[in-house]
DNA sequence: TGTCTATTTGAGAGCGCTCTCACTATACCA
DNA sequence: TGGTATAGTGAGAGCGCTCTCAAATAGACA
């Protein structure tokens, strides 16, 4: 199936050297376009394809980049969109810059030797990105020893000063989503959290809790609950929430507040008039709702790909390490907030 | 940051050859047990890798299978988690027979020539699986020069008989769920199908006109909308069917049966008990929306596993092509199509 | 103690490419 | 006409591994 085909081969049929047959493939100037043209033909006519082993091996590098997403699949599936979308940008940018995207997806437990070893063979991959990193995760141990540059998507737990990542202010994200409760007139703001380990869950806590403080308003600790960033659990977690008589919900994700807003509906209360919901990341169950959500839209895309360019930057070495890039969020009014839209959005830039 | 460390060096460090150190990392039996012991210690001390390249230049074989899935990033990211969900299944069976996933999203147009190649490259993977390709699509003419083995999830266009393939009996899935509707009473049973270039849609529109004849009903055109397999497209179908009087819908899968109750429900009907729905897939969408949707139940996540071990089974020679794997599937009963579920579940093994 | 077998080890070729260096052919100028 | 620059080409080494084959060593037995 796999007969041998080389670079000598081409040459012979072609009359010409097995250099002159590698310039071809590399597009080099310095062949004459008639010589070009005759060892293009004779490629195309024998089906001929370059050995990426072979060329990896003296070029040092695979043109591959790895993408590590070690969230559960169960997550990984059910917060709508979000991963598919970072997914859809990591191979739009990767596809375009040329390179190849190999996809390790789900737990990655400490005695998974065989994928450690994998990952971290400097060899198979130019680069690593990891999306959405736990900080209690194995590989974070291993980070040091990597033999390759890599990029995380959403701040890192720590040495964030010398990590390269590309994220979304969501401190300061949250501090305007839960600011607006307050401006609605909202007291009893309620926050469901996203799963703890992963940044954006903790910072989007951050914020919650330092709108409330500048505005002079109590942090109670009962109507916090902490989730993980899907349905069910938002729901649940709603439900818990509802003695605690809240009458504003700040989630974590859109998918957490769809959850919340089921609960919310089945106790017989209405929103936006007995409760405010505001969710975060503008993903499709945010408009597919009812009522639809006013949220935190996050460039998710744009998370992927931006992780992408830096990366192929870091391998090319365009750019020295650390880098961060941080992307601008946007508040958007929906119905489920209760605000009059007169101005129907209000738009923040975070950095 | 990769500095050259080789069989070589690590062999001169532990007083053994270089063909000893392979030996170790290959899992020989030929080494004494010492040996091993004192060479392993040097790796893990040295943390060295063995080069990816150099083992698959003269190996002929790199581990790694490709994941091609040519759907648009619009449908592969609005049809609910489908893909997703595949995605999830490949990645299990792949990671667990120890190789690495090569993944490809999205168009792909007849003059990416740098994809194509890297597609057809026989040496970076060892075999490919291909994701609902559709008819139309430029790699359908390319299959036939392809210089390694690859499966594809879904029943192909053309050359059915000869191509390795994972699917379900979706004509038979299909007749199944019209015959259901046909059960209850209904007489004027519409469908939006699916996007046409992908044989899943193609065979749910065959089942479904041949339970109507089957049972001596009309098929009428002004009851069959194409739609692609999303919410939105689904919406605007059911929009269009709906002057036409429809009784029952058999959508070609949730997230278009998703949009069409929508539409079914704005129009002021009651479902099930103006009109019955029947969806396809039984993803998330399906108990998220009031009424939950009755549904075909397919393993999605089987299908994709099914099709990396069928993948590397092939790559290695355990069996020869062609295969064919038909998964079963089932029809769930819920309140969407009105059926009195004293036996809440119809159950049907396709195959 | 020597012979035979089994186990463990090493030497060396070669996988298919790139890249440097040297060489040839052509063009240009004085 | 000779000298020099330049475009185009070929030879050959070497990337880091595996694998065959032969050699060395150890163990078993008479």
Chains 1, 2 share one sequence.
Not at 205 to 215: C, D, F, I, V, W
Not at 231 to 259: C, I, N, W
Not at 314 to 321: I, T
Request: hydrophobic content about 40%; some cysteine.
């Amino acid at each position: 199936m796999k007969e041998s085909l080389d670079l000598e081969s081409i040459a012979r049929k072609a009359g010409v050297s097995r250099s002159t047959v590698s310039r071809v493939i590399n597009d080099s100037p310095n062949v004459s376009e008639q010589t070009r043209q005759r060892v293009l033909a004779i490629i195309e006519q024998e089906n001929f394809h370059p050995n990426a082993a072979a060329r990896a091996l003296v070029k040092r590098r695979t043109d591959i980049l790895g993408v590590v997403i070690p969230t559960s699949s169960n997550v990984f599936l059910s917060d709508n969109n979000y991963y598919p979308l970072i997914l859809a940008g990591l191979n739009d940018a990767i596809r375009q810059l040329d390179y190849a995207m190999l996809m390790w997806l789900g737990e990655v437990t400490q005695d998974d030797q065989h994928l450690m070893r994998k990952l971290s063979n400097p060899h198979l991959t130019d680069g690593l990105i990891f999306v959405s990193l736990p900080s209690d995760h194995p590989l974070y141990a291993k980070l040091g020893r990597l033999r390759q540059p890599f990029v995380m998507i959403d701040r890192p737990f720590t040495d964030v000063e010398s990590t390269n990542y590309v994220s979304v202010d969501n401190v300061r994200a949250a501090e305007i989503a839960t600011e607006h409760l307050i401006r609605l007139g909202r007291r009893r703001i309620a926050h469901i959290t996203g799963d703890m380990t992963i940044t954006d869950a903790y910072d989007r806590l951050t914020g919650y809790k330092n709108a409330l403080r500048a505005a002079g308003l109590p942090v109670d600790d009962s109507l916090i609950i902490e989730s993980t960033f899907n349905r069910e659990t938002g729901y649940y977690a709603m439900q818990r929430l509802l003695p605690h008589k809240p009458d504003a919900l700040f989630a974590a994700s859109d998918t957490v507040a769809a959850g919340a807003l089921q609960a919310v509906l089945e106790a017989g209360l209405r929103v936006p008039d007995d409760l405010s919901i505001v969710g975060f990341d503008d993903v499709d169950v945010a408009t597919q709702v009812t009522p639809p959500l006013t949220t935190v839209r996050q460039p998710i895309r744009a998370k992927g790909e931006a992780a992408a360019r830096l990366l192929v930057d870091l391998v090319n070495h365009r750019v020295s390490a650390p880098q961060h890039v941080i992307l601008p969020t946007e508040l958007v009014i929906r119905r489920s907030c209760g605000a009059t839209a007169t101005t129907s959005r209000e738009v923040m830039s975070a950095q």
